[in-house]
């Protein structure tokens, strides 16, 4: 079994920024790729930011240029640095993980930006 354990959300003031951390345990045999997900009230879940094993990452066209994933391998866990924080950026935020060819979720942790 796998599990990730998300760390991070808050609120903060538009323009502001936070770290959210996501780290995953278990039987841990190869993580294909991480990432983050966010859905807000009424809203689909939509991808954020994901890094592949190679090291690859993609973001989604609103959050290029204040948001940067990172990964540490070592220590089987996913950052994602966001700055310059908008209202819109309001949300709960998923972490995601394919490990061992499954899918899995974190718990979701709320990021709130302050207008």
């Known amino acids: 079994q796998v599990q990730l354990v998300e760390s991070g959300g808050g609120l903060v003031q538009a323009g502001g920024s936070l770290r959210l951390s996501c780290a995953a345990s278990?039987?841990?045999?190869?993580?294909?790729?991480m990432g983050w997900f966010r859905q807000a009230p009424g809203n689909p879940r939509e991808l954020v930011a994901r890094?592949?094993?190679?090291?690859?990452?993609s973001y989604r066209d609103s959050v290029k240029g204040r948001f940067t994933i990172s990964r540490d391998n070592a220590k089987n866990t996913v950052y994602l640095q966001m700055s310059s924080l908008k209202p819109e950026d309001t949300a709960v935020y998923y972490c995601n993980a394919l490990i061992n060819l499954a899918n899995y979720w974190g718990q979701g942790t709320q990021v709130t930006v302050s207008s």
């Open positions: 278990g039987s841990i045999f190869g993580i294909d790729a």
């Open positions: 890094v592949r094993s190679s090291g690859s990452t």
